[in-house]
């Protein structure tokens, strides 16, 4: 008999990793409920292609990624809705001639990956979660305390005074997430230095399905697909910049902000004709020392966060979900507490070193680009030409890039 208030798995978060999970772990026997602050309703997402029809938050999704949510049943309502696939990358340097092409015929694939925007994908979860009979929402449900019990139990307060009980807790709740502050999870982080500003920009050019990065001395930028027509293109950005640039290029107005795109983006997609409102955030990479305690996981960003610049942050969330619910499975058909110690040790050393080697590799990218000495450079340009020119190493930076290795 199942007591009241107490789930085998609590997890706390919505967003794309919490909803994932909950869709992963259902139909199997767990009782599971699904914390939320906001809301979590649907609502219409919008049709018709314009400029001001974006979410401007998207995500850059592997195909081991679609495979995923194709696996959960999400995929074919964000197909059906919009996405775009990229078969091609372009990556330059604005300080040389360094450049290297990726092309999905290189390894024998109809593409890349996809741009989704983020609130598709979403809502594509949500409409699994209403159908799944396992899954509670409690939703606004705002987390007032968690705490551990002798018994091992995991008990979570919500400020409207509802208590919960759950073998597991999976802290799904984002870079500032409170179950890993609350639980006294150490973290290893620092500043990037830099701020990412995000819009959705209107362009004199077809993208032509390619996903476009320069690396400028202050920062990169990227250009990603969006669904367009034969005489509308359009793409969100992604502008990773210094600090010291940040508040002078969010004071710009429109007009003056596409001109300033134009220059950066070296024209390679004609005029900036449009610009959406812009929203800048802070880059700090955060990586938490251990992913679990007895009873208490984090997944995605409440475990990690990297530099957006190879667009990964979403696609290892994913894994960790897709790693954690097929652990949780496999032990609950042999008995196993969803919460039990070793069983989560077997997720985090899976998850881990993928982790902290992207983590790091982005670092890395990070640095490299930032050097303006001239041997520096000089090396940098000749490392582009150079991948460019070695099929097998191209093939394998992709079939990495793409989870696909």
Request: aromatic letters at 6%.
């Amino acid at each position: 008999m199942v007591e009241p208030g107490y789930y085998d798995v609590v997890i706390v978060g919505a967003g794309i990793a919490g909803g994932a999970l909950a869709v992963a772990l259902s139909g199997e026997g767990l009782s599971i409920a699904l914390v939320e602050a906001q809301p979590l309703t649907r609502t219409p997402l919008p049709t018709g292609l314009a400029l001001d029809s974006f979410d401007p938050r998207v995500s850059a999704l592997t195909p081991r990624s679609q495979a995923l949510l194709d696996n959960l049943g999400a995929w074919d309502a964000i197909a059906d809705y919009r996405s775009c696939r990229y078969r091609h990358m372009t990556v330059w340097d604005a300080e040389g001639t360094g450049q290297v092409e990726f092309d999905c015929a290189d390894v024998d694939a109809e593409q890349l990956g996809y741009i989704v925007e983020n609130r598709a994908i979403v809502d594509a979860l949500v409409a699994q979660i209403e159908t799944a009979g396992d899954v509670s929402v409690l939703s606004p449900a705002r987390l007032q305390a968690c705490n551990r019990q002798a018994s091992g139990r995991m008990v979570l307060s919500m400020e409207d005074g509802m208590s919960l009980q759950a073998g597991l807790i999976v802290a799904a709740d984002g870079a500032q997430s409170r179950v890993r502050e609350m639980m006294n999870f150490r973290l290893r982080e620092w500043d990037y230095g830099h701020h990412g500003i995000v819009c959705t920009v209107q362009l004199e050019k077809s993208h032509e399905e390619t996903a476009w990065q320069r690396f400028l001395p202050s920062g990169p930028l990227a250009l990603l697909p969006l669904p367009s027509t034969a005489e509308q293109h359009f793409c969100s950005i992604v502008w990773s910049l210094q600090d010291e640039h940040v508040d002078t290029m969010m004071a710009l107005d429109d007009k003056a902000f596409c001109r300033t795109l134009q220059q950066a983006s070296e024209m390679r997609l004609g005029k900036v004709t449009g610009c959406t409102r812009r929203f800048a955030f802070p880059l700090r990479q955060r990586h938490a020392r251990d992913y679990v305690q007895p009873g208490v996981a984090l997944v995605a960003d409440a475990a990690h966060t990297l530099h957006p610049l190879a667009g990964q942050g979403i696609n290892l969330g994913l894994q960790d979900v897709a790693v954690l619910a097929r652990e949780v499975l496999m032990g609950y058909r042999r008995g196993i507490s969803p919460g039990q110690l070793d069983l989560l040790q077997r997720y985090q050393r899976q998850r881990k070193g993928e982790n902290l080697l992207m983590m790091s590799t982005m670092e890395g990218f990070k640095r490299l680009f930032e050097q303006e000495a001239l041997p520096l450079r000089w090396l940098r340009n000749a490392g582009l030409h150079a991948v460019d020119q070695l099929r097998p190493v191209k093939r394998e930076l992709m079939r990495r890039a793409m989870g696909v290795a």
